[in-house]
């Protein structure tokens, strides 16, 4: 997967094409849909970011939301600014080859559809995965969703280059507002992805496993139900250290998914990077800037063989 070339062309003619016919950017979900689409059915699935002659140093990038309850509306957000993602990555050089993953998060105790993950794609086939998500719109109102189901789809059932090849670790950001369970549950993963496990597995443990091969970023926007909430950020920062971000803007999610990324890979410092979102007339400078400030003073590079743990230290290169 993962070939094939972005081109803003071919998405505002879809665009287009969608406004004038009275469609929906995520007709599947509009449509009353309420079952996982094929295509993004994580039963028995791998996803792959593949190198190839197109693509020779693919970076692989996944994106999770939540789309429980006020979440809902991040996946429309991201949508509408996928060009802005894309140009950033792309024209400015932020990442070699970025290979971009959408998926989607809700509650495995209780919504028909917890879990949704598409494919790593290089051109506007990422924009038809984000249009087959199932807005649900669910969640158990216990200020839990199963964040750890998607972490251990993440862990056990991708495959990128990046890491066979070059030993880096791939770019995995979630944004969300509330707890994960404490564990992963062998029932859930069972159901949901396939694998047969002896028994749960602790999210510490699971955490560990995660970030030796995904850079992993909790996103905490602004305008969600519990944003600003302490329990919900100590929560995060205990298993992701600095990575646990605050936006104080939902719509700023696309421009510091590209700069983290462009900062991770030593292409930019914040200050290029804000002058960049400037040029573009982005108005997410200020939340970015606040955001990203503590990332910024971690970047740089280093190759360790010790293995990766949370606090952001380890193995392979420790970006940030």
């Avoid at 969600?224 to 929560?235: A, E, I, T, W």
């Avoid at 298993?239 to 900062?263: F, K, Y």
Wanted: glycine share 12%.
């Amino acid at each position: 997967m993962g070939s094939g070339v972005w081109s803003t062309d071919v998405y505002d003619a879809a665009k287009r094409y969608r406004k004038a016919t009275g469609k929906s950017a995520f007709s599947y979900s509009d449509s009353g849909a309420r079952t996982v689409h094929t295509a993004l059915d994580p039963k028995g699935a791998t996803r792959e970011s593949r190198d190839s002659a197109e693509h020779p140093q693919s970076t692989p990038i996944a994106v999770l939301f939540d789309v429980t309850g006020s979440m809902g509306t991040v996946p429309r957000t991201l949508q509408a600014k996928l060009p802005q993602l894309l140009g950033l990555l792309q024209r400015q050089g932020y990442a070699s080859d970025p290979q971009i993953m959408f998926g989607a998060i809700g509650d495995a105790t209780c919504d028909r559809v917890p879990l949704q993950v598409g494919q790593f794609e290089s051109d506007n086939r990422m924009d038809d995965d984000l249009g087959r998500i199932v807005l649900e719109g669910g969640g158990g109102g216990q200020m839990m969703e199963s964040y750890e189901l998607a972490m251990y789809f993440m862990a056990r059932h991708t495959v990128t280059d990046s890491w066979r090849k070059r030993g880096r670790r791939g770019y995995l950001f979630i944004i969300g507002d509330e707890l994960a369970y404490p564990v992963v549950k062998a029932r859930e993963v069972r159901d949901r992805i396939g694998d047969r496990l002896a028994e749960d597995v602790p999210i510490r443990q699971l955490v560990d496993e995660l970030t030796a091969r995904w850079d992993t970023y909790y996103l905490l926007p602004a305008g969600s139900h519990y944003s600003g909430n302490r329990k919900v950020l100590d929560f995060w920062r205990g298993l992701l250290g600095q990575h646990a971000v605050e936006l104080d803007d939902l719509d700023a999610v696309c421009e510091t998914i590209a700069l983290t990324v462009g900062l991770g890979e030593q292409a930019i410092d914040l200050e290029q990077g804000l002058r960049d979102l400037e040029r573009t007339g982005s108005a997410a400078t200020a939340t970015v800037s606040k955001a990203l400030a503590r990332l910024d003073g971690g970047r740089g590079a280093q190759v360790s063989t010790l293995p990766f743990t949370s606090t952001g230290r380890g193995s392979g290169v420790t970006r940030l």
